[in-house]
Each structure stands twice: as structure tokens, then as C-alpha cells.
């Protein structure tokens, strides 16, 4: 069994996702990431994409309207304007991503 980390999905109004796992995979502006338990205490900023958290219950997709990733003491948040959890799979994620996009641009 894999060494799991804490993972918190956060916007400003809630919790969206909380919970232990093995790996996350997200895209920042930089490019894409991939975070195992131990990872070095790492800031970035987050693009506009899917997120995938492999865990010891299962795999969780969501998509994210970007915002912040911070990596400290086995611990992973990623603090963004909008999210959601996709029922389906990472393409789903990545459609839910693109529908927060939109949203955002609407209301400006």
C-alpha cells in the first residue's frame, strides 16, 4: 500500500472534497504536476483544467476554475475560485472545467 498525504479541495465558500490519498494530478500555469506523499513543500499557481486524486478508496475527479496549489508537510490544498466533482471520469472533469470557465467569463 501506497503512503497517503491529507488533500483539501477549497473554495471560498465550502469544502468541496477532503480526504487521504496516493497521488494528485493537477496542470498548473507552469505545466502539469504529479504529487506523492513526502513531496517537496511546493506553491504554484493553478490553470483551468481537471484534477485527479488517486486514493485508497478510489479515484475523485473535479474540475477547477484555477486558483492555488500549496504543498506543505504532507499536506495538499488547492484553493480555487470555483469547483466541482465529476460524477464520470477525467474527461468529465475536464467538460466541468470548461462550463467554470465559461461561467467566469459571463460574469465579468
Known amino acids: 500500500m501506497a503512503k497517503t498525504f491529507r488533500v483539501d479541495v477549497v473554495t ?4 468541496i472534497w477532503s480526504g487521504e490519498a496516493e497521488m494528485v494530478s493537477a496542470r498548473t ?6 504529487i506523492l506523499a513526502d ?13 485527479k486524486i488517486l486514493g485508497p478508496e478510489g479515484t475523485v ?14 499536506q495538499v490544498t488547492l484553493l480555487t475560485d ?3 466533482i465529476a460524477e464520470g471520469d477525467l474527461e468529465e ?3 466541468l472545467a470548461a462550463a467554470l470557465r465559461e461561467a ?3 460574469e465579468t
Open 12 to 15: 471560498p465558500e465550502s469544502v
Open 29 to 34: 500555469t507552469e505545466g502539469d504536476i504529479g
Open 39 to 51: 513531496h517537496e513543500p511546493t506553491m504554484a499557481a493553478l490553470a483551468t483544467g481537471a484534477v
Open 61 to 74: 475527479t473535479a474540475g477547477i476554475h484555477g486558483g492555488f496549489l500549496q504543498i506543505y508537510r504532507n
Open 82 to 84: 470555483r469547483a466541482e
Open 93 to 95: 472533469a475536464r467538460r
Open 104 to 106: 467566469a467569463a459571463e
